[in-house]
């Protein structure tokens, strides 16, 4: 199946005269702006590589637009996730928890009830993410491959046919990531890589199924590469891209995918193979999906990270190469149009006041902003399918998702399973002790003594409450939450796992630091705590992944109160 067919457009608009010579500054400006027309794909491609607009805005999501074309049925539903990272829910403390993979498994169950021949893939770090809060990867190697183990049996009721890994699922080694592809029924594509001592490789690099009388062939491109360059202990990578290539020659199916675990420049060069009709982008560790992109060869598909939601893509197989027809792209296409629509019309604005600039060039200004409004005209039905087509649109799992029963249980049990591990295997995990001479942390009560109105305040603020939302989840010994729920963690003196005695919560000296020498001597010269914390302070917590709402200066503002502050009413 061959290949990318932009819609149809109709003529270019003739492009301008030369400017004349009547200033420097206005002949380069015509210089710069004499842009061919972009194809339709060729738009969707300078949003995505420019970064402007690439995103799906809230209104792009599952937006409807009013479609003129009779397209024939699909034969084909591809539903696209990228980059997991291991995330089976998201953080609870955003403004909009986006994902979980139990709202994921209740989105892909209503999709196959639509009697749509499926194939669900993926592309990126499935099974880990990296280190949890303190960055103690040997502490936490449990609990992380307890939490693997519900994510491979989870996949399975998935229903996913196969993933290329990345090289955070070799994290505990390549022997762990062997068993779990081995007790998957995942097919696991990475051409040209093995692992070293292995008898039957659980790593291929394609393979074949037969969905909905298409014969689809699967090709994994996953260089396995690390940050460092480095591929992970016990794993062997033999030109990834050379053995892709030559998996693809091979491949004698109706519909090639590529299923990219790399970087933007590897999925394009795989884009342009022969025989590669859709690319599946993982390893780009952003949030927001792409819109689908093709440059000159196969459909570049992109779900963002973490299971925040998922490309669905419906596809029809014909001779002739593909149409985009997805109202996402279309929309994507009309806001870059929109935006040059607006620059060209302040600069004829600006022009028409301008006795020194020539009257063509302005006839030739105008005609241009006129070809480029009938094109957005154009984008506002559907385009015509002589060929193949693919329709396809991002859907995101906003938090009053559906959510699956089953998958629900499962990750109740898994949460309580790591709480009882971790509560029993780091009992005697106890805090460094302080320097001596050094403050040590006394518990937000203490400060309560002498600061009643501020304890009072604290006590109804979210940072008073932070330790009861991980009790009642069972998630207060899980690596991954207690830091950002507690006080003074793994700092001397102060808390660990398990060792939270007066110090669960966000406490006073989360941003006044350690408060012993200040209890010993309140009214003394020097506070000895922290009076103006910095951003740093917070950032620990209160980044983008958990705190996607945080601005320094607005939450300073909101917690100086009355008595925390300021003066006292």
């Not at 009992?427 to 002498?450: F, N």
């Amino acid at each position: 199946m061959r290949r990318s067919q932009t819609s149809p457009r109709g003529a270019p608009p003739p492009g301008p005269p030369g400017p004349e010579t009547r200033g420097p500054g206005f002949a380069r400006f015509i210089r710069a702006i004499r842009l061919r027309r972009p194809t339709y794909f060729a738009v969707a491609a300078l949003v995505l590589l420019t970064g402007s607009g690439g995103s799906c805005s809230e209104q792009q999501r599952e937006q409807t637009v009013p479609e003129s074309a009779q397209l024939p049925a699909p034969q084909l539903r591809l539903l696209v996730l990228t980059d997991l990272d291991g995330y089976l829910e998201p953080c609870g403390c955003t403004s909009r928890p986006l994902g979980g993979i139990d709202r994921m498994a209740a989105r892909v169950a209503a999709l196959r009830e639509d009697d749509v021949p499926t194939l669900m893939v993926m592309a990126g770090d499935v099974f880990f993410h990296g280190a949890p809060h303190g960055g103690d990867m040997e502490r936490a190697r449990d609990q992380e491959l307890f939490r693997a183990e519900t994510l491979r049996e989870i996949l399975d009721r998935l229903d996913v046919a196969a993933a290329a890994p990345g090289p955070l699922d070799f994290s505990f080694g390549a022997d762990r990531f062997a068993a779990l592809a081995r007790a998957s029924d995942v097919r696991w594509l990475a051409a040209g890589a093995s692992i070293e001592g292995e008898e039957e490789p659980v790593l291929a690099p394609s393979t074949t199924v037969e969905v909905g009388g298409l014969t689809v062939g699967l090709v994994g491109f996953a260089p396995l590469a690390g940050a460092d360059g480095a591929t992970p202990d016990g794993v062997r990578v033999d030109d990834a891209f050379a053995a892709g290539r030559a998996a693809v020659e091979a491949m004698d199916a109706d519909v090639v995918i590529a299923l990219v675990a790399g970087d933007r420049r590897l999925s394009r060069r795989v884009a342009r193979l022969d025989g590669v009709d859709f690319v599946v982008q993982g390893g780009l560790d952003q949030a927001d999906a792409n819109v689908p992109v093709s440059t000159d060869g196969a459909v570049i598909l992109h779900a963002g990270r973490q299971g925040q939601g998922l490309v669905v893509a419906d596809v029809h197989h014909a001779e002739g190469g593909w149409t985009d027809v997805s109202a996402w792209s279309r929309e994507a296409s009309r806001e870059h149009l929109r935006s040059r629509i607006e620059s060209l019309e302040a600069r004829i604005e600006q022009w028409e006041g301008d006795d020194s600039v020539a009257e063509a060039d302005l006839q030739t200004q105008r005609r241009r902003l006129a070809s480029l409004r009938s094109e957005l005209r154009a984008l506002e039905a559907r385009p015509e399918a002589s060929g193949g087509y693919v329709d396809a649109r991002y859907l995101e799992l906003p938090p009053d998702s559906p959510r699956d029963d089953a998958i629900r249980q499962l990750m109740g049990r898994l949460d309580r399973r790591v709480n009882e591990h971790n509560r029993e295997l780091f009992a005697d995990w106890t805090p460094e002790p302080a320097p001596e001479g050094a403050a040590r942390y006394v518990g937000s009560e203490r400060c309560g003594t002498c600061h009643a109105s501020a304890m009072t305040w604290w006590r109804g603020h979210p940072h008073g409450r932070a330790y009861a939302t991980l009790e009642t989840r069972h998630k207060n010994f899980n690596l991954s939450c207690v830091g950002c729920h507690v006080t003074g963690y793994l700092q001397p003196g102060g808390s660990t796992v398990t060792h939270t005695e007066n110090l669960t919560n966000v406490g006073c000296e989360s941003c006044h630091g350690p408060g012993s020498a200040h209890v010993s001597d309140p009214s003394g010269a020097e506070p000895n705590v922290v009076l103006a914390p910095e951003e740093r302070t917070c950032t620990g917590c209160h980044n983008e992944e958990h705190s996607d709402t945080f601005r320094f200066d607005t939450y300073r503002q909101m917690v100086m109160v009355p008595g925390h502050g300021r003066p006292a009413d």
